[in-house]
Every structure is written in C-alpha cells, then in structure tokens.
C-alpha cells in the first residue's frame, strides 16, 4: 500500500506501516535533540510521578526507538518493551546490545499484547495509547496483563489542548503569549503530517515528514476509559515547564499557557 496519499488511517495493520515508515527518521532526529518537549519537560515530569520499580517486572507498551525504556530500566526495573515498528525496536536493541540494561524487546500490538494476564508488576507507555485505533482496547490490554495491585502510568497528548486546532502565537521575539484553540474535528484516523522542529535543520529536512494518524478523545473519555478497564486512577499530572526550564528551552513555555501533555497513573 503507497504511503503518502492518503488522508486517514484507521486500520491498525495500517496505523503500523506508518509507524515503520516514520520510525528511522523518528529515531535519528529524537536521537539528535528533535524531540525537545519529550527530552526537557515530559519524560522528567513522567519519571517524577512513577511510582518505586527498582526490582519490579514492568513492560513499556509502544517503546519507541527505546530512549525512555532506558530511563525506566536505568530505575532498576526488569523490562520488557513492545513495539509494533520492526525498524524502532531494531533501533532501541542496538542501543540495548552495546550498553545493556537488561531489557527484552518484543514485536507486537498494544490491541493484543502477546502476554498472560496479570504478569507483569507494572506498565508503562509514554506518548503511545493516543496513536492507536481503538485506545479503550489497548487500556484493557495493558489492565489485563497486570497483577492485582500493580499500575499502568501512561503519557498521551493532552486531550483537552492539543486537538488539531491549536496553534502556539508568539511575539517577535519567540516568546509565547497565548494558545489558539480552534474547532478542528478530525475523522477518527485523520493523518497529520509535521516534523520535530527542534531537530538540527540539515538534519531534519533530510527526511519526509511523519505522517501520525491522530485519535482524538475527551478528557472525560480518557478519565471514563481507565475506569472502565478497573483500574483506580491513582494520580494525573500536567506537565507545565518551570519558570527556569522555559527561560532555558524557550520552546516548551507555551506549556505554561495549557499544557501539551497528560499523564495517568491507575493501579489495579
Ligand atoms: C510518539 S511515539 C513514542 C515512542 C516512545 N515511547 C517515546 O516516548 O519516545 C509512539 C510509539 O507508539 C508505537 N505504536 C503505535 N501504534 C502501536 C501499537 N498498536 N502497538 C504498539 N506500539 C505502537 C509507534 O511505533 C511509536 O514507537
């Protein structure tokens, strides 16, 4: 199936071929500084909230090129990572290979976690359950493979502030002033094309764009979703730069507007 023309992606052997497509650029240029919300204010903030792992068995859904997989492994905790992007885990096992911590890495689906219920300690998934098709299903998933009294902390964008609409306006000089919010409703699937604006732009322009179908749900959907599984929603936080981290990387100020990001932790 070409990748390029179309405008929605709502089946999931689909949603992972995109997700292979803009996993080699995606790495390199996350690798390089590109993903500055993820490196100066949402994995600190994230690993922040995360309850003790050191000695726990955890499993990182949608582990990416496997930068946070580390972070949480780094805790003390025996990993497992999933993703359903061969070139990503590829990407994260060779990082794995030449300074192991430890981690397992396994091809598959958050809609179908290759795993027995109630296995693991704990779950973690940073930035991955707003991209997939049906996310209530990936919720169930990752509740049924935890043991009783274990947690699930995840990251997604946030749903009330960051639909298609919003736009960050800023002054001459770079400082963000306000955040425009516009009606934007997208078809479930809907594919945004953008690229990590903080990546070194020789850099950066040498790859396409990626190309991330979005699933747009409420706030209240998320909070009625992680209810829904059985889970206890335990905390929540809104990562919002401090007044030195946006003095520092003035990109991530506009979070002190409304924030980008919302995290969720839930316990069985
Ligand atoms: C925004 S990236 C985040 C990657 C990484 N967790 C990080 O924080 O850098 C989303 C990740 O979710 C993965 N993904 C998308 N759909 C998935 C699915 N159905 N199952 C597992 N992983 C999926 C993508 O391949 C990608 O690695």
């Given at each position: 199936m070409p990748l390029g023309g179309e405008a929605v992606a709502?089946?999931?052997?689909q949603?992972?071929?995109?997700?292979?497509?803009?996993?080699?650029?995606?790495?390199?240029?996350?690798?390089?500084?590109?993903?500055?919300?993820?490196?100066?204010?949402?994995?600190?903030?994230?690993?922040?909230?995360?309850?003790?792992?050191?000695?726990?068995?955890?499993?990182?859904?949608?582990?990416?090129?496997?930068?946070?997989?580390?972070?949480?492994?780094?805790?003390?905790?025996?990993?497992?990572?999933?993703?359903?992007?061969?070139?990503?885990?590829?990407?994260?096992?060779?990082?794995?290979?030449?300074?192991?911590?430890?981690?397992?890495?396994?091809?598959?689906?958050?809609?179908?976690?290759?795993?027995?219920?109630?296995?693991?300690?704990?779950?973690?998934?940073?930035?991955?359950?707003?991209?997939?098709?049906?996310?209530?299903?990936?919720?169930?998933?990752?509740?049924?493979?935890?043991?009783?009294?274990?947690?699930?902390?995840?990251?997604?964008?946030?749903?009330?502030?960051?639909?298609?609409?919003?736009?960050?306006?800023?002054?001459?000089?770079?400082?963000?002033?306000?955040?425009?919010?516009?009606?934007?409703?997208?078809?479930?699937?809907?594919i945004?094309?953008?690229?990590?604006?903080?990546?070194?732009?020789?850099?950066?322009?040498?790859?396409?764009?990626?190309?991330?179908?979005?699933?747009?749900?409420?706030?209240?959907?998320?909070?009625?979703?992680?209810?829904?599984?059985?889970?206890?929603?335990?905390?929540?936080?809104?990562?919002?730069?401090?007044?030195?981290?946006?003095?520092?990387?003035?990109?991530?100020?506009?979070?002190?507007?409304?924030?980008?990001?919302?995290?969720?932790?839930?316990?069985?």
């Open positions: 709502t089946d999931p052997a949603v992972a071929r995109l997700w292979e497509a803009n996993a080699v650029a995606w790495t390199a240029l996350s690798r390089a500084g590109g993903d500055i919300y993820r490196d100066h204010l949402n994995t600190p903030a994230f690993l922040r909230l995360l309850p003790p792992v050191a000695g726990l068995r955890g499993l990182d859904i949608g582990c990416g090129e496997g930068t946070n997989t580390r972070a949480v492994a780094a805790l003390g905790a025996r990993l497992m990572a999933l993703d359903v992007a061969p070139s990503f885990l590829a990407a994260a096992a060779a990082t794995e290979a030449a300074d192991p911590r430890g981690i397992r890495f396994v091809r598959g689906s958050a809609l179908s976690l290759p795993f027995p219920d109630g296995c693991f300690d704990f779950a973690t998934s940073f930035m991955c359950l707003m991209d997939v098709p049906r996310p209530e299903q990936a919720l169930a998933e990752a509740a049924r493979i935890l043991r009783p009294g274990g947690f699930l902390q995840f990251s997604i964008l946030h749903p009330s502030f960051t639909g298609a609409g919003r736009r960050v306006l800023r002054d001459e000089t770079g400082h963000a002033y306000a955040i425009e919010l516009r009606e934007a409703s997208l078809p479930d699937g809907a945004e094309r953008w690229r990590f604006s903080g990546a070194p732009a020789a850099l950066r322009d040498a790859y396409p764009p990626f190309q991330v179908p979005r699933f747009d749900r409420s706030l209240a959907w998320w909070l009625n979703a992680v209810a829904g599984t059985g889970l206890r929603l335990a905390a929540a936080e809104e990562p919002v730069a401090d007044p030195e981290t946006a003095a520092r990387v003035p990109t991530v100020a506009d979070t002190r507007i409304a924030p980008l990001f919302l995290i969720l932790l839930a316990r069985k």
